[in-house]
């Protein structure tokens, strides 16, 4: 999944998902499902909160900052 100019909510449900939402410099919030999941963030998506709270907050696997 790719997100796109602006602020995304995005929730990936069951399975493994790739998630992209970097690249727009926005605010974005990310949910990730019971698989296996890779989430590409950038710098703004950290504004409120640290890498750590975001990765344990989406429960995505990954977690990747661009």
Same mark, same amino acid.
Do not use: H, Q, Y
């Given at each position: ?7 995304? #909510? ?8 790739? /998630?992209?939402?970097?690249? +727009?410099?926005? =605010?974005? @919030? #990310? ?8 989430? /590409?963030?950038?710098?703004? +998506?950290?504004? =409120?909160? @640290? ?16």
């Amino acid at each position: 999944m790719f997100g796109g100019p602006g602020a995304e #909510v995005i929730d990936s449900g069951p399975g493994g998902d790739f /998630v992209n939402v970097a690249g +727009d410099a926005r =605010r974005d @919030s #990310v949910s990730c499902g019971t698989a296996k999941d890779t989430a /590409v963030i950038d710098r703004a +998506d950290l504004v =409120r909160e @640290s890498f750590e709270d975001f990765a344990r907050r989406s429960s995505c696997e990954n977690v990747i900052v661009r």
